[in-house]
Nanobody, 126 residues
């Protein structure tokens, strides 16, 4: 059984930084895309950042230049470095991973992700 466990969330002020971590267990995910999504109160889940198995990365326009996704395949872990945080970044952040081989690899589509963590709250005060 695959488990994704996020950590690193918290309450910070605008302009601060946070680093989220997501440790996967139960299956090696180095050959699959992993990503981060978030859900703000009253809103739908939205894509934040994704990392393909080939090192390809993709970011939502709202976080481009401020957030960086990285992964340590040896540790089956993915990270999200968040800099210059804004109040609008406040949300529950979810780590996700794909687990099936697909003819078309898309790292920014929520429907392509098979495994999800429980989420970690990030709150940015103004």
């Amino acid at each position: 059984q695959v488990q994704l466990v996020e950590s690193g969330g918290g309450l910070v002020q605008a302009g601060d930084s946070l680093r989220l971590s997501c440790a996967a267990s139960g299956r090696t995910l180095s050959k699959f895309p992993m990503g981060w999504f978030r859900q703000a109160a009253g809103k739908e889940h939205e894509f934040v950042a994704g990392s393909g198995s080939d090192g390809t990365t993709s970011y939502a326009e709202s976080v481009e230049g401020r957030f960086t996704i990285s992964r340590d395949n040896a540790q089956n872990t993915v990270f999200l470095q968040m800099n210059s945080l804004k109040p609008e970044d406040t949300a529950v952040y979810y780590c996700a991973a794909q687990g099936r081989v697909r003819a078309l690899v898309r790292i920014n589509r929520i429907e392509d992700y098979d495994y999800w963590g429980q989420g970690t709250q990030v709150t940015v005060s103004s």
